[in-house]
């Protein structure tokens, strides 16, 4: 009986650290969390970001992917740079070129940049020399922060890491960070002849070659979807702005009847129903139509601007 409740105890912390590290990436505006004054945020296979306005404002229109480097190992933290190969840092900066396909910035070919690379590689060229000599006004930098497999007979992972930067060439003006750890996880504890021999098959087939470049893959397509947010993030600040700048935050509600919703959008559903007249306090705009207001009682809630005033 008490080894079958440690069986059991041991499945369920194995299933639960799993389960974890699959859920869905949890994607963290870092340039937001400065603003408001927030500590460090986290989460569940967090996905970190940061832009410049200027990445919408004036989006960059060629992108070269510059050949990715591994994070360097100091002399006080000898350990801390990832065992990869030259092939391998190769072969996922090919995974990073194929995902700027869909997006709408002119690209350079690899070896062209390779080409360049190898040019100016005894000068001490700046960003700006190599981009003028592409053609090209934004280079995309990239270091490998981690790349390991781990074996532990019925379990592995799989982890792939990276840093990137969008550098504007003629001033080194940075438009985009972001940076993630993406993983894999195979095996399970077995309870029979049965579930062994299953473990050690998905143990053993999350550590293939195969597998790494589909982490890999994960890795820059959850990236490089926060570029796809990019205009809505910085309408959010534009929305901002013009919150700070208004004298009064005091809105009246119009129509007969409003509901209160929990969240910015039809989908949530209404705390409270609010009637014609009564005060709420806007406190943003940032998911524009819906705006988050702040009753007299302190409750929080969303409402459409459609159905609200200013005094």
Request: glycine letters at 8%; proline letters at 5%.
């Amino acid at each position: 009986m008490g080894l079958d409740f440690i069986k059991i105890i041991l499945v369920g912390a194995l299933v639960l650290s799993v389960s974890a590290c699959g859920m869905s990436p949890v994607y963290i505006n870092e340039a937001v969390q400065m603003e408001e004054g927030r500590g460090q945020a986290t989460g569940m296979n967090p996905v970190h970001f940061k832009f410049d306005p200027a990445f919408h404002h004036s989006p960059p229109k060629c992108i070269a992917v510059m050949p990715l480097r591994k994070q360097l190992t100091t002399a006080f933290l000898p350990e801390t740079g990832p065992e990869i190969s030259d092939i391998e840092l190769k072969q996922l900066r090919r995974v990073l070129y194929s995902h700027l396909a869909p997006y709408p910035y002119k690209d350079v070919e690899l070896a062209r940049v390779n080409q360049a690379v190898r040019t100016y590689s005894d000068l001490p060229v700046s960003y700006r020399g190599l981009a003028k000599h592409l053609d090209c006004d934004s280079l995309l930098l990239g270091e490998v922060t981690d790349y390991n497999t781990q074996f532990f007979g019925v379990y592995s992972q799989t982890s792939v890491g990276i840093k990137l930067r969008l550098v504007r060439a003629q001033d080194n003006h940075q438009l985009w960070q972001g940076r993630h750890i993406a993983s894999s996880h195979g095996g399970s504890f077995p309870l029979t002849p049965v579930d062994l021999a299953i473990g050690l098959y998905s143990a053993t087939s999350n550590i293939s070659d195969e597998q790494i470049v589909r982490v890999g893959d994960d890795l820059f397509r959850r990236l490089l979807l926060t570029w796809d947010r990019s205009e809505e993030l910085d309408q959010q600040g534009i929305m901002q702005a013009k919150v700070e700048s208004r004298d009064v935050s005091s809105f009246y509600v119009k129509t007969d009847y409003l509901n209160l919703r929990s969240g910015p959008g039809m989908k949530f559903g209404a705390s409270t129903v609010l009637k014609q007249n009564d005060v709420v306090m806007l406190l943003n705009e940032r998911h524009t139509p819906w705006l988050q207001v702040k009753l007299s009682d302190g409750q929080l809630g969303y409402v459409h601007e459609r159905y609200i005033a200013a005094y």
